[in-house]
């Protein structure tokens, strides 16, 4: 008896319900995409972490466009002494002749790059130190990193910097940025190996291991990943105190004097007698701008927890 074949059974591509969710789970997928990735979605999601991105921002901008912005040079001083706020100064002069307003513009430039690369490079020694010492737990490589790592905690860092910078007959930003670098990587490698030491037990380890994937390949691939948030946060609060660092500096008369930031403006306003004369504006400015600079990195790191705290969050 021969039997008439029967269509086959509608494939899952062709479920009507399959369908649907596959619609639904590609429309939140794209939904995603076009917010951002996730990390960046949460830090967003904190007024706090927004308000201080915008701040930076405008700090970022003011510093790429302070040729535009600043009406003169920086290190120009051709005007009269003690000017008063005018079209022409719109912050005045100092007792030298230069603008107010155009140092403060440009010192925006000097804060930013002592920052970025005072924070990456106390950063970038911090977490190889921390990482290798922490992976090689107990043995003679952990022994050394460690020791160096607590006698670098231990050495009081304000003493030890203004005596290099006092001795030293380089006093440029790249040198500055060197030795904030190198007094101040120790606090997060100390973090970082005690995070090490809990990840590197972990089944995913142990499973590179197995699959015969090399140390440095483990560590790049499998435990830094984890380690992004407090990488991060590790940078910016690195470089909040690189600029609060050269600030000082600055201010004590161990910086650059011949640059412009607004600490060697709080160091000339101080030395002039700048309140005396009547020109608060030019010990008043610069202050100002440190502590918005400060603030923004400060905001920003604020949302960078949120992403391993979920705790901390903000609703909406």
Do not use: C
Not at 88 to 95: D, I, Q, Y
């Amino acid at each position: 008896m021969d039997e008439k074949s029967t269509p086959a059974p509608a494939s899952g591509v062709d479920d009507p319900a399959l369908q649907h969710d596959l619609a639904l789970a590609e429309a939140e997928q794209t939904a995603r995409s076009e917010r951002g990735p996730g990390w960046f979605r949460i830090i967003w999601a904190s007024k706090k972490a927004r308000a201080g991105i915008a701040l930076l921002g405008l700090y970022v901008l003011l510093a790429l466009l302070a040729p535009v912005i600043a009406p003169y040079r920086g290190d120009d001083t051709t005007f009269a002494p003690v000017l008063l706020p005018s079209a022409e100064h719109l912050m005045g002069t100092t007792t030298q002749g230069a603008d107010i307003f155009s140092q403060l513009i440009w010192g925006t430039r000097v804060s930013l790059i002592v920052g970025l690369f005072g924070g990456l490079f106390a950063t970038v020694v911090g977490l190889i130190i921390g990482l290798t010492s922490g992976y090689f737990e107990g043995t003679w490589i952990d022994d050394v990193l460690s020791l160096i790592t607590n006698v670098a905690l231990v050495v009081p860092t304000l003493p030890l910097i203004i005596t290099l910078m006092a001795y030293s007959e380089v006093r440029s930003v790249w040198f500055t940025i060197l030795i904030i670098g190198i007094i101040s990587w120790a606090g997060a490698a100390r973090s970082k190996r005690a995070l090490m030491i809990t990840l590197r037990n972990r089944d995913f380890v142990t499973a590179a291991k197995f699959a015969g994937d090399r140390t440095p390949t483990i560590i790049a691939r499998e435990i830094l990943p984890q380690m992004t948030s407090l990488t991060a946060a590790g940078f910016f609060g690195a470089a909040t105190g690189a600029i609060g660092a050269e600030a000082g500096l600055s201010f004590l008369g161990l910086g650059n004097t011949e640059s412009v930031s607004w600490g060697t403006m709080l160091y000339q306003a101080q030395l002039q007698g700048a309140l005396a004369q009547g020109l608060w504006v030019w010990l008043l400015v610069p202050g100002l701008a440190l502590s918005g600079l400060i603030m923004a990195l400060t905001l920003i790191n604020f949302g960078i927890d949120l992403i391993s705290n979920p705790h901390l969050r903000e609703d909406g």
